[in-house]
């Protein structure tokens, strides 16, 4: 079917190259730049067909069709903005396809031609941390923030990946700055009370998982995180509160459920 429908489209070309051979009244081009002319129309109109159905394609989640179709679309060297988004939505299909070390190279190359592709910036952040690449992940981050250094989402990306490079400071910073814009973010407040805490500042880890805990009363992590520092200032009574209570919350994360479990045991 989608062999039939872009045949349709190049054989559309043909009807024009009649009708101009047809009316010797009109000026039609010289025969030399005629046919790059119509090349290029066709070339266009393919790139359009093929985004379209890769389009459709990603809404139904057929990611192996879609990455086949923006293949055939890079292939034809499509100009901006087609050129970055085709990198950008190939990455994609390529995500979902497990196939991150490739999308890390479609995003690289969506940025290589829009530098200020942020959406493509922010993906290519996630995905070098999903392939375990951290030093990629930071480059990107970097460049994510000097972009647009009040982006939320920036100072978010670059902190998550500094606070896993064991950068505390920047983490800390980072979250500080973001706080600073959106104070209701429960999760900042939280991943800036783990900079805090790696910082040896306990009391404002503890101030800043209070608050988180006070947006997300049933945040479990927090509270097991909570509980972690009374505990390490000797303070038993509330560790073990928040210990019982990390582990009712985390009910659905049995993982975390046992962590809290352990912790209350120990005590």
Not at 45 to 69: N, V, Y
Not at 92 to 113: S, T, V, W
Not at 147 to 163: E, F, H, K, N, T
Not at 189 to 207: F, K, T
């Amino acid at each position: 079917m989608r062999a039939a429908l872009l045949a349709c489209v190049l054989a559309a070309t043909v009807p024009a190259v009649a009708r101009a051979q047809t009316y010797p009244s009109a000026s039609p081009l010289p025969r030399s730049t005629a046919v790059p002319v119509l090349r290029a129309l066709a070339i266009r109109r393919e790139i359009t067909t093929r985004f379209a159905l890769a389009l459709r394609d990603q809404a139904a989640g057929h990611w192996s069709d879609a990455a086949a179709e923006l293949q055939a679309v890079l292939a034809l060297a499509p100009p901006e903005p087609q050129g970055s988004t085709a990198h950008y939505d190939l990455a994609l299909a390529y995500a979902h396809l497990d196939r991150n070390a490739a999308a890390a190279r479609e995003l690289q190359r969506a940025i290589a031609l829009d530098p200020g592709f942020l959406a493509a910036m922010a993906n290519l952040v996630a995905i070098d941390l999903a392939r375990g690449d951290l030093r990629a992940a930071r480059a990107a981050a970097d460049r994510f923030v000097a972009a647009a250094p009040d982006s939320a989402r920036a100072l978010y990306s670059r902190g998550i990946v500094a606070l896993r490079l064991g950068d505390a400071a920047t983490a800390r910073a980072d979250f500080g700055k973001l706080l600073q814009q959106s104070p209701r973010y429960a999760l900042a407040h939280y991943d800036l009370a783990l900079a805090e805490e790696h910082l040896g500042a306990y009391a404002s880890a503890a101030s800043e998982l209070s608050i988180a805990l006070a947006l997300a009363p049933s945040y479990a992590r927090a509270r097991l995180a909570l509980g972690v520092i009374y505990l390490r200032e000797g303070h038993r009574a509330q560790a073990r509160a928040a210990f019982l209570r990390a582990a009712h919350d985390a009910a659905g994360d049995p993982a975390l459920r046992n962590l809290a479990d352990a912790m209350l045991a120990a005590i």
